[in-house]
């Protein structure tokens, strides 16, 4: 079942740009398979550990700002510049996650919120340094230089297959860590903390694994999102960035493989949908997202599972 | 003092029906608006300080009765009200946007332009009159909380929802009264601190961002707290602006919450939360 769904889905991914050829799909696909690496990575934290992280927007800036710094400022944009955004945020999250992670509920969620706020003021005062209120323009191309280059990215198409590619890594990372011995441990703290620490699983270890991993891959979909867009500026620190990725895991269904891909692809898609209503688009989004939150708090995920299981319990009692 | 008005609603329907309201923000720029429309309908601004926080209390106690009520039950995520108040951040910020439009509105109070002489110090009226209703609002509602017997309930629900509803104590009407307290003392904030300021669909957000930082110095669900909290706030923020580096003003407020949460995460007046 599963395999036939991961070929299926690779197969849909990898042919798309075969039938879509609008330049405007592309944008909204690339913008989907990276909203659906942030909920993938967000989901980690939030739908495994159970902890409000309301900082995931951080990470995504951090890495979006390191990748463009480095080709303002060095001229570089190669595969350098995304080990770089990887490492810097995830020594970033392991800095904020050492004092943060020892905290539950509304105080994680507080500390890792102010952290995003701290983050937006830094850069808006960081000069010539980060660009300031302004941003940076004119992030290069992400390009290899190496054996057989050089090969810059420089098509939607291409970032399309630099984005899956991405997609399928943080998709296979997250159900290889979920279903080992450390996801067993990441349910039994969310279950359950003083019962997990009381036989025996370190907490705070696995709590900061999964912190360090969502982080990292956030931070990767930021660089190659400032490679893409070619510009970066402080709004990707706002509230809404935050609030839209939390939105994307709890739309989809938190705490499932696919409830983030499928709520990031569905937050991307709607404002687009939603285009037609014009001033009112806000409005219906906020109204649609209460909507769900009131009939199904399990997430859209939940919602298709519940339906299901009626369905087949129906089937059965028939037979 | 505007500070600490801003917090006290928030740490009320934090403290008393845990939820974080994220559309505080909302609520207080409900309350800024509703004492526009009647100043330009010629009510005077005084009597607005009272009418628009009565209207906005209603507007909290239906979005407790209708939504945040129905996800108190077993089954749904503990996700589902936080979540419900940033889609009501969303839908009240998006109707203020189509009602009023995006320009910044000036709410007119004549009294507040003139100086008083006050002890040697020359303050502004509206200063005075924003330091003086929070001192009596305060005054009141730590009496309130303390003295009569829907206060005492109010705290008995904070401290143990399920026994104090095996105590007969009508657990819904009293969520009902916090929210309707809560958005009310946020509305109030709204009208006084407008006429220093200017009102605008997205003056919200500064308004919550303020309002955590101050709930979470102060202890979350402490009303004491929440004046400490916002006076250290005021302070820190005007020294710090005037003396270290003022465009870095609003970051003090953040690293204060940083420093808080790691070395006393319960906040300052806070409560120790039961673990779990």
Not at chain 1, 72 to 88: D, I, K
Not at chain 2, 130 to 143: E, F, H, K, Q, T
Request: aromatic share 12%; proline share 3%.
């Amino acid at each position: 079942m599963t395999f036939v769904a991961t070929l299926v889905g690779l197969t849909i991914t990898l042919t798309i740009p075969l039938w879509v050829q609008s330049n405007f799909y592309m944008y909204i696909l690339i913008m989907g398979a990276f909203n659906a690496v942030l909920a993938i990575s967000l989901n980690l934290m939030l739908g495994y550990i159970g902890e409000k992280s309301l900082g995931h927007a951080a990470f995504y800036g951090i890495g979006a700002y390191t990748a463009a710094m480095i080709s303002s400022h060095f001229g570089l944009s190669g595969p350098l510049n995304l080990l770089a955004a990887f490492v810097v945020t995830t020594a970033c999250a392991a800095i904020i996650g050492i004092p943060a992670l020892r905290l539950r509920g509304p105080y994680f969620a507080i500390v890792t919120l102010g952290f995003v706020l701290i983050l937006q003021l830094l850069v808006l005062n960081g000069g010539s340094f980060t660009g300031g209120p302004s941003g940076l323009p004119g992030v290069k191309r992400l390009a290899w230089t190496g054996i057989g280059g050089p090969y810059v990215f420089s098509t939607d198409i291409q970032y399309y297959y630099a984005a899956i590619a991405l997609f399928w890594i943080a998709l296979f990372v997250s159900i290889a860590a979920v279903n080992s011995k450390m996801g067993r441990a990441w349910l039994a703290i969310r279950e359950n903390l003083d019962l997990a620490e009381s036989i025996g699983i370190n907490a705070f270890y696995y709590k900061m694994i999964a912190f360090l991993m969502g982080a990292g891959l956030a931070g990767l979909v930021g660089a190659l999102y400032a490679h893409y867009i070619g510009f970066v500026s402080p709004r990707i620190f706002d509230t809404w960035t935050n609030v839209l990725i939390v939105a994307m895991v709890i739309i989809g269904g938190e705490g499932t493989i696919i409830g983030p891909v499928v709520g990031g692809l569905i937050m991307t898609a709607l404002p687009e949908l939603l285009r037609f209503a014009e001033g009112y688009r806000m409005l219906l989004y906020g109204l649609f997202l209460l909507a769900v939150i009131m009939f199904a708090p399990q997430g859209i995920v939940g919602l298709v599972a519940d339906a299901w299981h009626k369905l087949k319990a129906r089937s059965n009692v028939v037979r | 003092m505007g500070y600490v008005l801003m917090a006290l609603g928030l740490t009320l329907v934090f403290g008393i029906g845990r939820v974080i309201n994220f559309a505080h923000g909302e609520l207080y720029t409900l309350g800024a608006f509703i004492a526009v429309v009647l100043v330009q309908a010629s009510f005077p601004y005084l009597s607005t300080l009272l009418i628009a926080p009565l209207l906005a209390g209603i507007m909290g106690m239906l979005i407790e009765r209708l939504i945040i009520r129905k996800m108190r039950g077993a089954g749904t995520s503990i996700w589902a009200p936080f979540l419900a108040t940033l889609a009501l951040l969303v839908i009240f910020q998006s109707l203020y946007l189509i009602i009023f439009g995006p320009d910044p509105h000036i709410l007119q109070n004549s009294f507040g332009y003139t100086s008083i002489d006050l002890f040697s110090l020359t303050v502004m009226g509206q200063d005075a009159l924003i330091a003086g209703v929070s001192i009596i609002v305060v005054a009141a509602l730590i009496w309130f909380m303390h003295h009569t017997s829907y206060g005492a309930a109010m705290r008995a629900v904070s401290q143990d929802r399920d026994t104090a509803l095996l105590m007969g104590v009508d657990v819904n009407a009293i969520y009902a009264l916090t929210w309707y307290l809560g958005v009310a003392l946020a509305a109030l904030a709204g009208v006084l601190v407008t006429p220093e300021a200017t009102v605008d669909p997205y003056i919200g957000r500064i308004v919550l961002l303020k309002g955590i930082t101050i709930v979470i110095v102060g202890g979350l669900g402490s009303v004491e707290g929440a004046v400490l909290g916002g006076l250290m706030l005021g302070l820190i923020e005007s020294l710090a602006g005037t003396y270290v580096s003022p465009s870095f003003k609003d970051g003090w407020g953040y690293a204060l919450v940083i420093l808080v949460l790691v070395f006393r995460p319960r906040g300052l007046l806070g409560q120790q939360l039961r673990r779990g």
